[in-house]
Nanobody, 119 residues
Framework: EVQLVESGGGVVQSGGSLRLSCAASGFTFSSSAMTWVRQAPGKGLEWVSSIYAYSSNTYYADSVKGRFTISRDPAKTIVYLQMNNLQPEDTAVYYC????????????WGQGTQVTVSS
């Protein structure tokens, strides 16, 4: 059974930093891309960042580029999202997502972690 458990959210002042973690299990982590998605209050889902498996290539939304860094620890099967210089518009619930792929039969989501940035 695929499980994705996020942690690390909280309340931070503008300009502050947080590091989100997503503990993954139930699938072959080393060969799977991983994604962070967020949902701000009253808005739809917004893709934030992705990291690919073997190449570890990373991709970012323009809104977070230069401020956020995605990484993965294959030994611990954890994906991280380091968020620096947080702004009030970053306030959202952040979800870890295992996207459907060659060996993954569907999209899987974590329960989400709340990030609130005060001005």
């Amino acid at each position: 059974e695929v499980q994705l458990v996020e942690s690390g959210g909280g309340v931070v002042q503008s300009g502050g930093s947080l590091r989100l973690s997503c503990a993954a299990s139930g699938f072959t982590f080393s060969s799977s891309a991983m994604t962070w998605v967020r949902q701000a209050p009253g808005k739809g889902l917004e893709w934030v960042s992705s990291i690919y498996a073997y190449s570890s290539n990373t991709y970012y939304a323009d809104s977070v580029k230069g401020r956020f860094t995605i990484s993965r620890d294959p030994a611990k099967t954890i994906v991280y999202l380091q968020m620096n210089n947080l702004q009030p518009e970053d306030t959202a619930v952040y979800y870890c997502k295992l996207p459907k792929g060659t060996n993954i039969d569907a999209d899987y989501w974590g329960q989400g972690t709340q990030v609130t940035v005060s001005s």
